[in-house]
């Protein structure tokens, strides 16, 4: 009985020794574990289907910003190409150029 006893401690020590060693060593992340954690720091921020899309087009290889721009709302996207026909000009000029350009 004390034999087993003796065998079993031995055992538990070896099975707690080898877990123990085991969750020290880091194992090293693949490519696609690290590029999933980089995508999914670019959709940082982001929510629901938005996140998803951004995520999944950088995992496609896509760019983020390409994904970014077709989310825009109808509304923030004019306002994107107004101040980009308006880029260059100064003060009342820029306003001027802007203004009419999204009231047409």
Request: aromatic share 4%; net charge positive.
């Amino acid at each position: 009985m004390k034999q087993f006893i003796v065998a079993l401690s031995v055992l538990s020590m070896g099975m707690l020794f080898t877990a123990t060693a085991g969750a020290q060593e880091k194992k090293e992340l693949t490519a696609q574990q690290k590029k999933m954690g980089e995508c999914s720091t670019r959709a940082k921020g982001l929510k629901g289907d938005e996140y998803k899309k951004v995520r999944d087009e950088c995992l496609k290889g896509g760019s983020a910003d390409k994904a970014e721009k077709k989310s825009l709302t109808p509304q923030q996207q004019k306002m994107a190409d107004c101040n980009a026909k308006a880029k260059g000009l100064k003060g009342d000029e820029f306003k001027k150029t802007r203004d009419t350009c999204l009231k047409g």
